[in-house]
């Protein structure tokens, strides 16, 4: 399979244990890496043969703004449910950023990559 990668994803979500996360909301990042088969779009050049990724990033950027989670992992897997909903999705590697986390500490991000495939 060959890789199709939509990197940086940022929108803005109310996901987090705290009440002051969900009331405040703040950004996530998501990167997306897909498992397809693209000769087919390759020969014929037809959009219809290919994963169109306009139509994914707008899926996983409503996802990311509505429904609240506790966790990130719960976000992770609901973005991930989303790429393979398309059967030419072999496997995908999703990574969300929440680079706002509330930790008492200097860092520069918190990120999780999750790694599913179709059974």
């Given at each position: 399979m060959d890789r199709l990668a939509v990197v940086g994803i940022e929108a803005v979500g109310h996901h987090?244990?705290?009440?002051?996360?969900?009331?405040?909301?703040?950004?996530?990042?998501?990167?997306?890496?897909?498992?397809?088969?693209?000769?087919?779009?390759?020969?014929?050049?037809?959009?219809?043969?290919?994963?169109?990724?306009?139509?994914?990033?707008?899926?996983?950027?409503?996802?990311?703004?509505?429904?609240?989670?506790?966790?990130?992992?719960?976000?992770?897997?609901?973005?991930?449910?989303?790429?393979?909903a398309d059967p030419r999705v072999g496997w995908t590697e999703v990574t969300v950023h929440k680079p706002d986390a509330p930790i008492e500490a200097t860092f520069s991000d918190v990120a999780l990559t999750i790694h599913r495939s179709r059974p």
């Open positions: 987090g244990v705290f009440e002051f996360e969900k009331r405040e909301g703040q950004v996530f990042r998501a990167d997306l890496v897909l498992g397809v088969d693209t000769r087919t779009a390759a020969g014929s050049d037809d959009l219809q043969d290919t994963v169109d990724y306009g139509t994914l990033v707008a899926a996983v950027k409503q996802a990311i703004e509505h429904d609240p989670v506790d966790l990130i992992e719960t976000l992770a897997q609901r973005i991930a449910d989303i790429c393979l």
